[in-house]
C-alpha cells in the first residue's frame, strides 16, 4: 500500500502490527513461538475449552515440520525494506528504527543516511546524511505524535504536512544532521461498541505499543479489574527484559472475597469494588516470565 500511495495511515498499521502481532510471536530467548497471538488468556480456560484450543497459554517448541517461526524470521530479516520507500530522488521515511541506508541520486552519486532512535520509549531521532547532495525526504508523523517538529543542525526546519509526513522544503546536504522530535503519551483506546467482545472496554496504548496486564505483576482474576479512564496513567521505567517502560492505571477491583469459589450463582445484591491498581508492559513481552493469566482490553469506566 505504501508504494501505491504513501499515506501515513498505512505506516501506522504497518508500525503497531511490527511492533507488537510480530515480534510477540517469539519469545525473548528465541527458543519458543506463539502461533496465535490472543488478547485474553485465562490458563485453565486456554487448556481445556475446545473453544480455545487455539490458543496457547504458552509458547511452544519449535516444530518438527515449522511455517511461522521461519515467517518471523524472514520478516525480521527484511525489515530494512519497510523503512523507506523511494521515487526517484524523494524518499519517504516511514519507521523511525536505528539503520544505515543509501540511495543512488539520479544526477548521480549516492546519499548515505544513518538513523539513531530512542523509538519506541521516546519521540526522538537524529538522522545524519553525507555523501551527494540532493535527496528529499519526507518523514512521516505517526498518528500518535504530539508536538512534532525537525530541527537541522539544531535550528527549527520548515516543513509542510501531507497524507501524514512532514515534507522537508530543502534537499539533504552532505553533513546535514536532522533531528525530529515528539511527544508520546500512554492512552487510553476503545473500539467500536460493534465489536461485541471488546463493548465497555478499554486498551492502553503507549506510542506504536499495545500494552497488557499480567498475572506476575498483578493478582488473579485480571477481569475483575475495571480501569477508572479520568485518572492518569502513570509511566514508571523498568530494569525488566534490559530497560523497559511499564505502566500503571488506577481503578477498582471486584471483592471475589465474599465469594465461596464453590458458589457459581446467587441472587444479584449489588457489587463491591475496592480501589486498586494494575501494572502493564508491552505486549510483545508478555508470558516470558512464566504462564498466567494476560490482558489487554479491561473493563472501563
Same mark, same amino acid.
Given at each position: 500500500?505504501? *508504494?501505491?500511495?504513501?499515506?501515513?495511515?498505512?505506516?501506522?498499521?504497518?508500525?503497531?502490527?511490527?511492533? /507488537?502481532?510480530?515480534?510477540?510471536?517469539?519469545?525473548?530467548?528465541?527458543q !519458543?513461538?506463539?502461533?496465535?497471538?490472543?488478547?485474553?488468556?485465562?490458563?485453565?480456560?486456554?487448556r481445556?475449552?475446545?473453544?480455545?484450543?487455539?490458543? /496457547?497459554?504458552?509458547r511452544?517448541?519449535?516444530?518438527?515440520?515449522?511455517?511461522? %517461526?521461519?515467517?518471523?524470521?524472514?520478516?525480521?530479516c527484511?525489515?530494512?525494506?519497510?523503512?523507506? &520507500?523511494?521515487?526517484? =530522488?524523494? $524518499?519517504h521515511?516511514?519507521?523511525?528504527?536505528g /539503520?544505515?541506508? $543509501?540511495? %543512488?541520486?539520479?544526477?548521480?552519486?549516492?546519499?548515505h543516511?544513518?538513523?539513531?532512535?530512542? #523509538?519506541?520509549?521516546?519521540?526522538?531521532?537524529k538522522?545524519?546524511?553525507?555523501?551527494?547532495?540532493?535527496?528529499?525526504?519526507?518523514?512521516?508523523? %505517526?498518528?500518535?505524535?504530539?508536538?512534532?517538529?525537525?530541527?537541522?543542525g539544531?535550528?527549527?526546519?520548515?516543513?509542510t504536512?501531507?497524507?501524514?509526513?512532514?515534507? $522537508?522544503?530543502?534537499p539533504?546536504? /552532505?553533513?546535514?544532521i536532522?533531528?525530529? @522530535?515528539?511527544?508520546?503519551?500512554?492512552?487510553?483506546?476503545?473500539?467500536n461498541? !460493534?465489536?461485541?467482545?471488546?463493548?465497555? *472496554?478499554?486498551?492502553?496504548?503507549?506510542g %506504536?505499543?499495545v500494552?497488557?496486564?499480567e498475572?506476575? =505483576?498483578?493478582? +488473579?482474576?485480571?477481569n475483575?479489574?475495571?480501569?477508572?479512564?479520568? +485518572?492518569?496513567? !502513570?509511566e514508571?521505567?523498568?530494569?525488566?527484559f534490559?530497560?523497559?517502560m511499564?505502566?500503571?492505571?488506577s481503578?477498582?477491583?471486584? =471483592?471475589?472475597?465474599?465469594?465461596?469459589?464453590?458458589?457459581?450463582? !446467587?441472587?444479584? @445484591?449489588? &457489587?463491591?469494588e475496592?480501589?486498586? &491498581? #494494575?501494572?502493564?508492559?508491552?505486549?510483545?513481552?508478555? @508470558? @516470558?516470565?512464566?504462564e498466567?493469566?494476560?490482558l489487554?482490553? #479491561?473493563?472501563?469506566?
Amino acid at each position: 500500500m505504501l *508504494k501505491l500511495s504513501p499515506e501515513g495511515k498505512y505506516a501506522d498499521v504497518m508500525e503497531r502490527a511490527l511492533y /507488537n502481532n510480530v515480534i510477540s510471536g517469539i519469545s525473548q530467548d528465541g527458543q !519458543r513461538y506463539f502461533y496465535v497471538n490472543p488478547l485474553e488468556v485465562e490458563p485453565q480456560v486456554a487448556r481445556y475449552r475446545e473453544d480455545h484450543k487455539a490458543v /496457547n497459554p504458552s509458547r511452544v517448541k519449535w516444530f518438527g515440520c515449522a511455517c511461522c %517461526p521461519p515467517n518471523i524470521t524472514r520478516t525480521l530479516c527484511e525489515l530494512g525494506t519497510y523503512v523507506y &520507500t523511494r521515487s526517484g =530522488d524523494e $524518499v519517504h521515511q516511514h519507521l523511525y528504527i536505528g /539503520n544505515e541506508a $543509501v540511495f %543512488p541520486l539520479q544526477q548521480g552519486g549516492q546519499a548515505h543516511l544513518l538513523c539513531e532512535t530512542e #523509538m519506541p520509549w521516546q519521540g526522538r531521532a537524529k538522522i545524519v546524511c553525507s555523501g551527494a547532495d540532493g535527496l528529499r525526504l519526507r518523514l512521516r508523523i %505517526p498518528s500518535y505524535a504530539k508536538n512534532f517538529e525537525i530541527r537541522r543542525g539544531g535550528s527549527p526546519e520548515p516543513f509542510t504536512v501531507c497524507d501524514g509526513y512532514a515534507i $522537508v522544503q530543502r534537499p539533504l546536504e /552532505n553533513g546535514d544532521i536532522l533531528t525530529v @522530535n515528539f511527544e508520546i503519551q500512554a492512552e487510553y483506546m476503545a473500539a467500536n461498541p !460493534r465489536v461485541t467482545e471488546d463493548c465497555g *472496554k478499554a486498551a492502553v496504548v503507549r506510542g %506504536p505499543l499495545v500494552y497488557c496486564a499480567e498475572q506476575i =505483576d498483578n493478582f +488473579a482474576p485480571l477481569n475483575t479489574f475495571c480501569a477508572d479512564t479520568s +485518572a492518569a496513567i !502513570r509511566e514508571e521505567k523498568s530494569d525488566l527484559f534490559g530497560g523497559i517502560m511499564m505502566l500503571e492505571v488506577s481503578g477498582t477491583r471486584l =471483592d471475589v472475597s465474599a465469594w465461596d469459589e464453590n458458589e457459581l450463582y !446467587r441472587p444479584w @445484591n449489588g &457489587t463491591k469494588e475496592v480501589p486498586c &491498581t #494494575m501494572k502493564l508492559l508491552p505486549y510483545f513481552l508478555w @508470558n @516470558n516470565r512464566g504462564e498466567g493469566e494476560m490482558l489487554v482490553w #479491561m473493563r472501563a469506566r
